[in-house]
């Protein structure tokens, strides 16, 4: 079945290479959406030709329609316009590549609307996974992860009846840049040593959190919700290579891997062809040159950003929301030169601290937690 994509977030590095394999494979798309990127989605735009586009920004979506003019595509901004194209009837798969807390009400959205939602967006699952995953039962909507790990993980349950089976889930971590370094050492590094991913080419705010890596934390958050599995059952393991994407563990001791050269196209195709495979361009890894694969146990002490999002799960609540927004707001601030690399985490601890949890949250107090997590992270 050829499915027709609605993709949120085509600017960024995960849309730009979704429109690649949509390409490929010949996908139609029904909507393109991003931030402000006038330029590249009016190049997308008329590659594509999408019924709809849309740009957060009021000021640059005018500036998209009068370039357009003439086309047959409307332009539409802001949440309402994402949320059009999160749940319009021409397109069965919606990709969430935007990046953060903006992509939460698409989802849900999508979700509701009985979607494939193709989720490359790990904020949401984290402040809101109760929500999201609920609203697709409902919805009877399908979330297939565009995460590497977590569809690394997906395909290595395909076939897996009964969840008991599984005793754990390891999500393998590359360990970022500063792999190897202390907490002390970690003091005064740049933005420019943050942004040196050692394997994969990705966005500032997902590199960061690579280099933090609560990246890791928060796809720990990810997976349990995907999978319905409690914190026990999901390690970490640092695999600095990133040829193995993530494994499952069974009760009777078998692991299952899923391997590959670290390329955020394959994570892409599966989600758009799933169950099915689709044939690649791009080189597949090459066993006999690829490098001995290692193993280590994560250095929490050096990266408390782990520790935090773990430590935010056993709270509970809305603990998971305080954290991210916390997140996103220092990693910006890191980002923008006005703290350190190590003042990320005690920014998001100081907001774990003073933000008051709520129980059994709805969308409200998780959007309010996110508020009061950013500005407690902006005063300090
Ligand atoms: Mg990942």
């Known amino acids: 079945m050829k499915r027709t994509i609605s993709l949120l977030g085509s600017t960024g590095s995960i849309g730009r290479q979704t429109l690649e394999v949509a390409r490929q494979l010949g996908l139609p798309v029904a909507a393109l959406a991003a931030k402000n990127s006038v330029d590249l989605l009016e190049q997308q735009a008329r590659e ?58 698409p989802t849900l959205a999508a979700a ?13 699952l984290v402040c809101a996974g109760d929500l999201v995953m609920e609203r697709a039962r409902r919805g009877r909507a399908e979330i297939v992860p565009m995460d590497s790990e977590h569809s690394a993980i997906f395909q290595c349950l395909q076939g897996c009846k009964d969840k008991d089976e599984v005793k754990r889930l390891w ?64 390690s970490v393991v640092i695999h600095r290579q990133s040829i193995i994407h993530s494994l499952v563990e069974f009760r009777d001791g078998a692991l299952l891997a899923q391997m590959g050269a670290p390329d955020m196209r394959m994570p892409i195709r ?81 907001a774990l601290n003073s933000v008051e949890v709520k129980w059994n949250p709805d969308l409200a107090d998780i959007l309010e937690a996110d508020r009061e997590a950013r500005c407690v992270v902006k005063r300090l």
């Open 112 to 124: 509701g609307k009985g979607k494939r939602v193709a989720l490359a967006n790990k904020e949401t």
């Open 171 to 234: 999500l393998t971590c590359s360990g970022g840049p500063f792999f190897g370094k202390t907490f002390a050492q970690l003091e005064h590094v740049t933005r420019e040593e943050a942004l040196r991913h050692p394997n994969w080419t990705m966005g500032a705010k997902i590199t960061v959190d690579s280099a933090t890596l609560m990246n890791k934390g928060l796809e720990v958050i990810e997976a349990m919700h995907l999978f319905s599995l409690p914190l026990e059952q999901v």
């Open 270 to 350: 599966y989600a758009l062809t799933y169950p099915g495979r689709a044939p690649s361009p791009e080189k597949p890894l090459d066993l006999l040159s690829c490098p001995s694969l290692t193993f280590a146990p994560p250095d929490t002490e050096a990266f408390p950003c782990l520790g935090l999002a773990m430590e935010a799960v056993r709270t509970g609540g809305t603990a998971c929301a305080i954290l991210n927004g916390a997140n996103e707001a220092a990693v910006e601030r890191f980002l923008a030169g006005e703290i350190g690399f190590n003042d990320i985490p005690r920014q998001v601890e100081g």
């Open 48 to 105: 594509f030709l999408p019924e709809l586009v849309v740009l957060y920004e009021m000021d640059a979506a005018m500036e998209l329609a009068q370039r357009l003019s003439g086309l047959p595509i409307r332009v539409a901004y802001g949440m309402e316009g994402l949320l059009e194209a999160a749940s319009m009837d021409e397109a069965d798969t919606v990709v969430i590549a935007v990046v953060g807390m903006v992509g939460l009400r």
